[in-house]
C-alpha cells in the first residue's frame, strides 16, 4: 500500500561543486569548493576533519591547478556531460530534479557589476535540456560553492556586504531563469556554518582571537543569510508570482537515551537548536532561547531597523530538508561509545546499523522528523537529500549489484508513507547524488550515493563512463508506480 499523493514529486539532487568540474572553464572564478583538498589518509569517522580548510590549505590550493588533489574541481565532469546525465535521469522517470547553480559561474569573484554570460549561457542549456525530458527544476542558489574572493576580500557573510551581493546574483538567476524554474531554495543547510563555517558562511575559524568571537561572527553570517533569502523571497514574489522558495535545513533527530529527564531534556536542546533555523525562516521571528544565548554571551548581532520586518513579512513557502541520520544525547555520554556523520557526535544507537562513514541509518526518525516538522509549522515538506554513501564494488560482469542501497530507500520509503497516512503533507523527495558524485565532506569519489555509477576514483583514475546500477531500474520502477511498487 503507498500513501503517495498524485502528482508527487520523485526525482534526484545534486550540488554544482560536487558534479560539475569545469572549475576554471568560461570564465568561472574560484569557489571555496575549488580549495577543498582530498585527505586521502584521514579517518573516515572525523567528519569535522574531513570538512576543515586551514588558511594554509587555501594558500597552497590557490598556487596549483592541480585537479588530483582537489576533485571538486573535476567532479564527474557533468559540465560536458549534462545532456547524457539528463537522458538517464529522464529514463528513470524523474519528475524534478534539484541542481545548484555556482555562484562563481555567474559572478566570479561574487562583487563584480557585471554577470559572466557564458555560466549564464551553461544554464540556460541545462534548463532547456531539463525541459526538453519534461523534468521540473528545482535550484539551489548556494550549496558550499560560494566565490573564493568574497571570503578574502569581505572575510565572508559577517559582512553585510555580501547581503548585496547576493541578493544581486540570485536576482540576476530569477531574471534570466524564473520563467523555467518554479522551485528555489536560497542556502543548502543552512544551519551547517556551525559544521563547516568555511564552506557555508565563508569564516575563517583560525582568524578569531577566541572561538567566542568566531561563533559570534558565524550568528552575524546567519542573520545576513536570513536576510538575504527574505530579500529574495520578496524581489520573487514580485517577479514570478506563482514561484515558491524554501528554506533547506539539515533536519537532525535527537532521541534521549532513557526517559531520565535529563536524557530528555539534553535531547530536547539539541532539537530545539536545529529548530531555530527554521523557525526564523517560517514564523519569521527569532526564537527568544537564540535571543536570550546572544545576551548572555554578549554577543552583538548587528542589525538595521528594517532588518525584522523583511524576516517577518517575507518567510518561505515550504520547508525542504536533507534526512541522512540520527543521534542520541544522554546525562551519562563521557561513559558511552560516540558516533559522527552529519550531526557531528553523539551517543551511539544501540538499535540502529551504521554506515562505513559512521553514519547511523534511522528511517523511522525520517517519519518522526516529518511529524514533527509538519505539526509545528503547517507548511508543505520536500526531502531534499536522502541516501546512502557506500563503497559500490563493480562485479567483473560489470554491473553494479546494491541491494544494499535499494533496502535504504525502501525503508525510508516506507517512512515517508508511513508519514503521509500520518497526516504529513509531503511534496517531493529527491535522493541524494542520484548520479555518483564527489562527497562533500571527505572529497573521495569511493562515497557513493547514486544510481547511476560513474567510472572515476579518488584519484580522477577512470573513463568517466556511466553505468547504471541495480537500483537505477528498481528506482525507475518506484517513481512510475508512485511508490507502490517498493
Ligand atoms: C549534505 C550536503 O550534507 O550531505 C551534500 O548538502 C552532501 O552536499 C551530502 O554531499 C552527503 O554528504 P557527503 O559528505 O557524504 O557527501
Excluded at 195 to 216: C, D, N, P, Q, W
Excluded at 343 to 351: A, F, R, S
Excluded at 354 to 369: A, E, F, N, R, Y
Aim: charged residues 25%.
Amino acid at each position: 500500500m503507498s500513501n503517495f499523493p498524485d502528482g508527487f514529486m520523485w526525482g534526484g539532487a545534486t550540488a554544482a561543486n560536487q558534479l560539475e568540474g569545469a572549475w576554471n572553464v568560461d570564465g568561472k572564478g574560484i569557489s571555496v569548493a575549488d580549495v577543498a583538498r582530498f585527505k586521502p589518509d584521514i579517518n573516515k569517522k572525523d567528519y569535522v576533519s574531513q570538512w576543515h580548510t586551514s588558511p594554509e590549505d587555501i594558500v597552497a590550493a590557490k598556487n596549483t591547478n592541480d585537479v588530483e588533489f582537489y576533485p571538486k574541481r573535476h567532479g564527474i565532469d557533468f559540465y560536458h556531460h549534462f545532456e547524457e546525465d539528463i537522458r538517464l535521469f529522464s529514463e528513470m522517470n524523474f519528475k524534478c530534479y534539484r541542481l545548484s547553480i555556482a555562484w562563481s559561474r555567474i559572478f566570479p569573484n561574487g562583487d563584480d557589476e557585471e554577470p559572466n554570460e557564458l555560466g549564464l549561457n551553461y544554464y540556460d542549456k541545462i534548463f532547456a535540456t531539463l525541459k526538453k525530458y519534461n523534468i521540473e527544476p528545482i535550484v539551489t542558489l548556494s550549496h558550499y560553492e560560494m566565490p573564493l574572493n568574497l571570503v578574502e576580500k569581505y572575510g565572508g557573510w559577517g559582512n553585510r556586504k555580501l547581503v548585496e551581493f547576493f541578493v544581486r546574483y540570485s536576482q540576476t538567476c530569477i531574471d534570466r531563469f524564473g520563467k523555467n524554474v518554479k522551485y528555489w531554495l536560497s542556502f543548502n543547510e543552512i544551519d551547517s556554518a556551525f559544521r563547516h563555517a568555511f564552506t557555508t558562511v565563508g569564516i575563517i575559524e583560525e582568524k578569531y582571537v577566541s572561538k567566542l568571537k568566531a561563533e559570534e561572527a558565524i550568528y552575524q553570517s546567519l542573520h545576513h543569510q536570513f536576510l538575504a533569502s527574505a530579500l529574495i523571497t520578496k524581489y520573487l514574489r514580485k517577479r514570478y508570482p506563482a514561484s515558491e522558495l524554501g528554506c533547506m535545513v539539515t533536519k537532525t533527530m535527537t532521541y534521549p537515551e532513557t526517559c531520565r529527564p535529563e536524557d530528555i531534556y539534553l535531547a530536547q536542546k539539541d532539537n530545539r537548536m536545529n529548530f531555530f533555523f527554521t523557525d526564523v525562516q517560517v514564523n519569521g521571528v527569532y526564537p527568544s532561547f537564540i535571543l536570550k544565548y546572544w545576551k548572555d554571551s554578549n554577543f552583538n548581532i548587528k542589525m538595521k531597523s528594517d532588518d525584522l520586518k523583511e524576516l517577518k513579512e517575507n518567510t518561505v513557502d515550504f520547508i525542504s530538508f536533507s534526512y541522512y541520520m540520527s543521534i542520541v544525547q544522554s546525562s551519562e555520554a563521557d561513559q558511552r561509545e560516540k558516533v559522527g556523520g552529519n550531526l557531528t557526535t553523539g551517543v551511539k544507537n544501540p538499535y540502529l546499523p551504521i554506515t562505513d562513514w559512521g553514519w547511523q541509518v534511522d528511517p523511522k526518525g525520517l517519519q518522526i522528523s516529518l511529524i514533527d516538522l509538519y505539526d509545528r509549522y503547517r507548511k508543505p515538506l520536500w526531502i531534499v537529500e536522502n541516501g546512502l554513501g557506500y563503497s559500490d564494488k563493480v562485479e567483473l560482469d560489470g554491473s553494479i549489484k546494491d541491494d544494499y542501497r535499494i533496502e535504504y530507500f525502501r525503508d525510508h520509503f516506507r517512512a515517508i508513507s508511513d508519514a503521509i497516512s500520518d497526516g504529513v503533507d509531503v511534496r517531493g523527495y529527491t535522493s541524494w547524488g542520484c548520479i555518483d558524485v564527489v562527497s562533500a565532506s571527505t572529497s573521495q569519489m569511493s562515497k557513493r550515493y547514486g544510481f547511476i555509477y560513474v567510472d572515476l576514483d579518488d584519484f580522477n583514475k577512470g573513463t568517466l563512463n556511466r553505468t547504471k546500477k541495480k537500483s537505477f531500474n528498481w528506482y525507475r520502477d518506484v517513481i512510475s508506480s508512485n511508490g507502490t511498487k517498493l
